[in-house]
């Protein structure tokens, strides 16, 4: 590709940048292509994650949205929510054979709510804001993302994950955690970035690196959220510098799978990205799929 074909965009989001860094091949078809999956004609599974996460955020959102509740009266205030509510976000999970699912989709729903308001409870704190977009300047473009929930005061981050607990510990201690380091960045007050955690909340674990700010939380040693950040930056300036150059190059093909990624780390600093090749279907275009690589 001729140097400089793809210009800076207008904005950026903590995905669109996590893109570039795992395969910046994806990313130049994905946001300045315009490119994307087509639409599927049918509805979500009742098993899948996304729709499970998804629902959760929404409810828990509108639950946390005002004073939260105390502890003891949390997690019926939630059965009572999802009862009255999914039926009309996820009607899925309320098909014949969905009913294993619901069960375990309501009880991750109701935990979840006492293990927040049991947090709120022990630190004091309040949400001041819940999926609500904030931005701010990055990348030499506006830099946007909507972090789940914002907890104060003092400031903190709260990410829900409805499962991969030990993938998510692992990004935490390696320094490769980039949308909870973005979502501290846009966050900040007075230059402070504000502690971060994931909420696990298939399996109820609280996952930081500063447990002393998330009464109840598993440590994970490893970087604050100010020091991923400075690295994602640098990161980017390299694979900017790259895309400006020409240089476009899809990182899930290799005649030699064994130089593939097979996971995110920090090598020589800098960020190695994992290719996100399960989540994309670029793999005929890129060449995946006649490498061995593709489904």
Not at 158 to 165: F, H, P, R, S, T
Request: proline share 6%.
């Amino acid at each position: 590709m001729a140097a400089g074909r793809i210009a800076r965009r207008d904005k950026e989001s903590p995905s669109s940048v996590e893109t570039l860094l795992g395969c910046s091949f994806k990313w130049a078809l994905d946001y300045p292509g315009g490119l994307r999956k087509a639409e599927s004609p049918f509805v979500s599974d009742a098993g899948d994650s996304q729709l499970l996460g998804s629902l959760l955020h929404r409810l828990l959102g509108k639950m946390f949205a005002a004073d939260p509740p105390v502890p003891a009266a949390a997690e019926a205030q939630a059965g009572a929510l999802f009862d009255r509510e999914s039926p009309r976000l996820a009607a899925v999970l309320w098909l014949p054979g969905a009913e294993t699912m619901r069960a375990q989709a309501r009880r991750a729903m109701v935990q979840t709510a006492g293990t927040l308001a049991t947090l709120l409870h022990a630190a004091g704190a309040r949400v001041l804001a819940s999926e609500q977009a904030r931005a701010g300047r990055a990348f030499d473009t506006e830099f946007a993302g909507t972090p789940d929930l914002l907890l104060g005061r003092p400031l903190r981050i709260v990410d829900l994950k409805w499962g991969g607990a030990s993938f998510r510990r692992t990004s935490l201690a390696r320094g490769t955690a980039l949308q909870l380091a973005a979502y501290s960045f846009l966050s900040q007050e007075d230059g402070a970035f504000p502690p971060v955690a994931y909420l696990i909340m298939s399996a109820q674990r609280l996952l930081t690196t500063t447990p002393e700010q998330f009464p109840g939380a598993e440590s994970a040693n490893g970087p604050s959220p100010e020091d991923t950040w400075r690295l994602l930056e640098q990161t980017h300036a390299t694979h900017w510098t790259a895309v400006q150059a020409g240089s476009i190059e899809a990182c899930g093909v290799s005649a030699d799978d064994a130089e593939v990624p097979k996971e995110s780390k920090v090598v020589n600093g800098q960020l190695v990205m994992e290719p996100p090749c399960r989540f994309c279907s670029f793999a005929s275009l890129c060449g995946r799929s006649f490498v061995g690589g593709g489904e």
